[in-house]
């Protein structure tokens, strides 16, 4: 059964918050030192799936690491946009301050500062917390970290006009990242994430449309970085590059948090036939950046399979997944996806043991 559009938001949600917390414990491990922990040919099966946490940072089982937070500040952006009419580029910065802060953000002591996060991030929110103009925060060209394709599927998600998508996806990143790479990175994935979950398309045809609009950002030309990256990502097998490593398998660059090696992973992560938790587990084999690889990947993995293909044991413990469920219900309900929608194929959807009882 195809899931539904409800399903694929949240299932959107729920992976990339499951490949943040399921990479936690193993960030900045590169590929030989994870390999070694399962060094046969099932490796992939013999990698456990359990959310323990840990990590440098010393995470609880499941909980959001920068990756899933600043996702979460969109994504509230994104509800104060559509439910109050607000300013969506204005309100991520709000709440990327909220984050940076520690102002009322949950299971944070008040004023105390996020346990991890990206220079280019830090550069930029230190900045605008003096200035509070989001459009001159940007680290500029050369700062090409992945810190703001982590964070940027709620605009997939939710702006439904493609000329916005693409305007907002740029503008959200460039609060902190505005090198071309970085946005015109995050236009392309959301461009294959609204083609997912809004217009149902395969992945092939998804994927074609996220080139499409990196070749036209990228003044019409197919030598760009960023349409290049993509197309790595569609002769790039993840099986292989999970078990060799990139240095061997000549991959350009280990996946460390450079934009682009992000973004050709979950290029190559969507086009994986593999099971959501299968390609999961192989993008954090990869090593290195393992939880925002995999966050990035997880958005794209979930909004093709839906959230029922995310693991019942990482729903119960995933730390905003039922906030996450509240705030899909609340917006897809202001946009009339609900209840159309959930008359149909989305009975039982938040009746489940993982959510709360929304009534739809
Ligand atoms: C990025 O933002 C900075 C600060 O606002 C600005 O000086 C720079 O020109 C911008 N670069 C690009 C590529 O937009
Ligand atoms: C990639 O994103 C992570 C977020 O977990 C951040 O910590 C890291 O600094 C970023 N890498 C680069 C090179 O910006
Ligand atoms: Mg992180």
């Known amino acids: ?83 109050n009419g607000d300013d969506v580029v204005n309100k991520a910065a709000e709440h990327f301050l909220a984050w940076y802060r520690g102002d009322h953000w949950p299971s944070r002591r008040q004023g105390s500062k996020p346990r991890d996060i990206g220079r280019t991030t830090r550069k930029a ?35 439904n ?13 460039a609060i902190t990242h505005n090198d071309t790479r970085c946005t015109i990175a995050c236009a ?30 990228e003044s019409g030309r197919t030598d760009g970085p960023v349409y290049g990256a993509m197309k790595i990502g569609r002769t790039t ?34 086009l994986d036939e593999r099971r959501l938790d299968q390609v999961l587990v192989d993008v954090v084999r990869v090593g290195m950046d393992t939880d925002t690889n995999a966050a990035i990947a997880g958005g794209l993995l979930g909004a093709r399979d839906g959230e029922e293909a995310v693991l019942d044991e990482w729903k119960d413990l995933l730390q905003f997944g039922p906030e996450f469920r ?12 609900i209840p159309e929608e959930g008359q149909s194929d989305e009975v039982g959807l938040f009746s489940g043991n993982h959510g709360l009882n929304v009534s739809i």
Not at 161 to 173: A, G
Not at 240 to 263: H, I, Q, T, W, Y
């Open 125 to 159: 929110l230190s900045s605008l917390a003096s200035s509070r103009h989001p459009s001159s925060t940007g680290a500029g060209e050369g700062s090409a970290g992945n810190g703001s394709l982590m964070r940027c599927i709620p605009t997939g998600l939710f702006q």
């Open 237 to 270: 097998s993840l099986v292989e590059l999970a078990d060799k490593g990139p240095r061997k398998l000549g991959f350009p660059g280990m996946c460390g948090g450079f934009v682009l090696n992000s973004l050709t992973l979950a290029v190559a992560a969507v």
């Open 326 to 337: 509240r705030l899909v219900d609340q917006i897809l309900t202001a946009q009339g996806v």
């Open 188 to 217: 392309a994935y959301n461009a294959i994430v609204s083609a997912l979950v809004v217009r149902g398309l395969s992945v092939e045809d998804a994927v074609s449309a996220g080139e499409r609009v990196a070749i036209s950002l």
């Open 161 to 173: 006009d493609p000329e916005l998508l693409i305007k907002e996806s740029q503008s959200i990143s």
């Open 1 to 83: 059964m195809t899931p539904s559009r409800t399903s694929r938001t949240l299932g959107a949600l729920l992976a990339l918050h499951a490949g943040d917390a399921l990479g936690a414990p193993l960030e900045f491990k590169p590929h030989t030192v994870i390999r070694g922990l399962h060094p046969g040919r099932n490796a992939n099966a013999e990698f456990p799936r359990t959310l323990t946490g840990g990590g440098s940072h010393s995470w609880a089982p499941g909980a959001a690491t920068d990756d899933t937070d600043l996702t979460r500040a969109v994504l509230l952006a994104y509800r104060d946009a559509i439910c």
